[in-house]
């Protein structure tokens, strides 16, 4: 079982819909990632958070230390939202700083 | 030029060819990455570089071999691969890993194809 877990792993939704993908994680950690990755490859950093919330646009991440778990949403979707999103975190006490990746979640966003 | 830059974009190389794949930043950065990105899997970290000196080194097999010249150069070279060696390959650097303060920037990545 991965150390983080997305949810769900594909995701098809019409423009203007409000999204939410989900992360989940077992470890103690001292800060957690969102990413966005486009086709063709390159990488994103959306946010990075310890706690609370953060926005930005139309984008919203949450996170629940006690609970381990982290949403982003992402509101008034459109199809240029269309992408993979990754969470990662970076565990407690790791002396080398790595970040352990979630998955993804590919998001489809239809017009 | 501003980021973290890769070259080549897309790679085809055969099982005995020997290539480099180069990623070069321009954020004043200490520390740089590499990652191996596999067809829905996670983020494999490769190899860590920090003031050019290796800090990680995942278990990688001998056939990838980094080097960094310099804090804002780094390469992978590559030999003898397996065409499960196949995957998109992503450097990434960040100023500060010593902190909680951790932010990575990512490169375009090199798609490499092992035939």
């Known amino acids: 079982k991965n150390e983080v877990e997305q949810s769900p792993q594909n995701l098809t939704a019409q423009e203007g819909e409000f999204i939410t993908i989900n992360c989940s994680y077992s470890?103690?950690?001292?800060?957690l990632h969102w990413l966005q990755q486009h086709p063709g490859g390159g990488i994103v950093s959306l946010f990075m958070?310890?706690?609370?919330?953060k926005k930005h646009g139309r984008l919203i991440a949450t996170i629940n230390i006690q609970e381990k778990h982290s949403s982003l949403h992402i509101t008034a979707s459109h199809p240029r939202d269309s992408a993979v999103y990754i969470c990662?975190?970076?565990?407690?006490?790791?002396?080398?700083?790595?970040?352990?990746w979630g998955a993804g979640t590919k998001l489809i966003i239809k017009p | 030029e501003t980021g973290v830059t890769q070259t080549p974009r897309h790679l085809v190389m055969g099982m005995t060819n020997k290539k480099s794949l180069k990623c070069e930043q321009h954020?004043?950065?200490?520390?740089m990455y590499w990652y191996k990105q596999s067809a829905k899997k996670p983020l494999e970290l490769m190899f860590v570089?920090?003031?050019?000196?290796?800090?990680e080194n995942n278990s990688v097999p001998s056939r990838f071999s980094p080097e960094c010249p310099n804090s804002s150069h780094l390469f992978l070279h590559l030999h003898t691969l397996q065409p499960e060696d196949s995957a998109l390959y992503l450097c990434?650097?960040?100023?500060?890993?010593?902190?909680?303060?951790?932010?990575?920037?990512f490169g375009p990545g090199t798609r490499l194809t092992v035939t």
């Open positions: 470890v103690g950690i001292s800060a």
């Open positions: 954020l004043g950065h200490n520390a």
């Open positions: 570089y920090n003031f050019k000196e290796q800090t």
């Open positions: 990662a975190v970076l565990p407690l006490m790791d002396s080398n700083y790595q970040l352990i």
């Open positions: 958070l310890s706690s609370g919330k």
């Open positions: 990434a650097s960040t100023s500060a890993p010593g902190l909680a303060i951790y932010e990575q920037y």
